[in-house]
């Protein structure tokens, strides 16, 4: 049973430009959460998804970003125009259920904005 | 995999009183982190203790991490009914090195249930 995983591992955008990040979650899990996290800092909570539903953005920055998760296929986080505060780490979790099951995280993509 | 360890795995505590949990993990460290998780919800993230510090204050929060012991606490003192949550330690979520590849994996964490 293959591991959650993302891709690009590392992506470089410059200024203005779109990034997409994608999430593969565990298989038999319908449950995705997307974190960014800065340098020596925690993790912090971005969005929650089940399949073609937002269940929680509260995480969310309101511009530029957007998240999905379609029926068929991965997770994409969508960061439109991007800024040089966007560079991070975003990493993606999935779990089986909700609430407090164990969430399982990816390797994470590590975006810089040049 | 880095891997928390979360103890107890269950907590009942009358509001007012103070709630203890504790953590072990398996490999050096560069940092420790608590996450906060209400039902339904993402993760909180909490409080990060480094590797070099011994203990950490953030409001009613502390936390301490002993090394010698992989072993690190979280107290919340003077309890509320909005403590009632699942808390988990994470360590070192951001990968060390471009091929690190780490599957990472929170414990079961600890379920806090604070009483009227």
């Known amino acids: 049973n293959a591991g959650v995983m993302q891709n690009p591992r590392h992506l470089v955008r410059r200024r203005g430009q779109e990034a997409r990040l994608r999430c593969s979650p565990m298989?038999?899990?319908?449950?995705v959460y997307w974190y960014r996290q800065l340098p020596e800092e925690g993790l912090k909570f971005m969005v929650y998804l089940q399949k073609e539903n937002i269940i929680d953005e509260s995480g969310m920055p309101k511009e530029r970003f957007s998240a999905e998760f379609p029926k068929e296929g991965p997770s994409i986080l969508r960061i439109q125009q991007v800024v040089r505060g966007d560079s991070a780490a975003y990493f993606c979790?999935?779990?089986?259920?909700?609430?407090?099951?164990?969430?399982?995280f990816g390797p994470g993509t590590r975006l810089t904005v040049l | 995999s880095q891997q928390g360890e979360e103890d107890p795995q269950a907590l009942s505590i009358q509001e007012g009183e103070n709630a203890t949990m504790n953590c072990s993990y398996k490999?050096?460290?560069?940092?420790l982190q608590w996450y906060r998780q209400n039902s339904g919800r993402g993760l909180v993230h909490l409080i990060l203790i480094r590797s070099n510090e011994r203990e950490k204050h953030s409001g009613r929060l502390r936390v301490t991490l002993d090394t010698s012991k992989k072993s690190s606490s979280l107290l919340i003192t003077a309890s509320r009914a909005a403590d009632t949550a699942s808390y988990f330690c994470?360590?070192?979520?951001?990968?060390?090195?471009?091929?690190?590849?780490?599957?990472?994996?929170f414990g079961k964490g600890t379920r806090l249930h604070i009483l009227p």
């Open positions: 298989k038999g899990h319908s449950h």
């Open positions: 994470a360590t070192d979520l951001l990968p060390r090195g471009v091929n690190r590849d780490d599957k990472i994996i």
């Open positions: 490999t050096s460290i560069n940092n």
């Open positions: 979790a999935s779990s089986e259920g909700f609430g407090t099951d164990t969430q399982y």
